[in-house]
């Protein structure tokens, strides 16, 4: 158990449709980040919030959004879902990372999203 | 632009043999390398992982062996059991503002037979 909690582990709903993915990081953990594994593809860096704030952005469209809550739980929301939305939504997270330490980042065991 | 090259795709080794998986950076500003496994259906695990002021980092049957200058590390898996069968992600990060995040290969699926 990595300690990352997330919900909901399965959903399907249909194209146009809204989401949000929820996610709970590690005890003490200021930053969260969201990755994209679609079948058989690598992790795609969505983004990364860091005690609230947005950190850093990756391949995430226009129709994603995300916000990193006081209490540190984050969420994800897919919008005007398309069926290429189908796919595993990872939530991992980690302390603030420094050259001395390194700081492993944790992974809960994903969302899985399916678009009908 | 892929910042982190794995290879192979795929790799079927027999059981007692060793697994090698490599991978190939281009971002000077990495600092830290972790390997991470992945099971059907569940999130990366961390296996091991480097920082690039050593080679070699040995735990158990677990080696990462680390070439700067080539920008190059690979991970080794010794005496390969079956249960070694997943999928394995090399990663990197740096501790600079804004690149916390890690920066994964595109995977290696491992499956060790009897």
């Known amino acids: 158990d990595s300690g990352v909690t997330q919900t909901p582990k399965h959903l399907i709903t249909a194209t146009g449709q809204r989401v949000t993915l929820r996610c709970s990081p590690r005890s003490g953990d200021l930053s969260v980040y969201w990755y994209q594994q679609s079948l058989d593809q690598g992790l795609q860096f969505l983004i990364q919030?860091?005690?609230?704030?947005?950190?850093a952005k990756g391949n995430i469209l226009e129709r994603f959004s995300a916000q990193q809550f006081p209490d540190l739980h984050s969420e994800l929301n897919l919008s005007s879902l398309e069926l290429g939305d189908s796919a595993l939504y990872f939530c991992a997270s980690s302390g603030l990372m420094t050259v001395a330490s390194g700081n492993t980042i944790y992974f809960g065991e994903g969302s899985w999203l399916t678009v009908v | 632009q892929q910042q982190v090259k794995q290879s192979p795709q795929s790799l079927i080794v027999q059981k007692g043999g060793i697994s090698i998986i490599n991978c190939a950076y281009e971002n000077t500003a990495f600092d830290y390398f972790p390997w991470y496994q992945q099971f059907p259906g569940k999130g990366p695990a961390l296996l091991i992982a480097i920082r690039p002021d050593v080679s070699e980092k040995k735990e158990g049957r677990f080696t990462i062996s680390f070439n700067k200058s080539a920008k190059q590390f690979s991970l080794h898996i010794m005496d390969s059991q079956p249960g070694d069968s997943a999928t394995y992600f090399c990663?990197?990060?740096?501790?600079?503002?804004?690149?916390?995040?890690?920066?994964f290969g595109t995977g290696t699926r491992l499956t060790i037979i009897p």
């Open positions: 919030y860091y005690n609230g704030e947005e950190r």
């Open positions: 990663a990197a990060r740096s501790a600079n503002f804004g690149n916390e995040k890690l920066t």
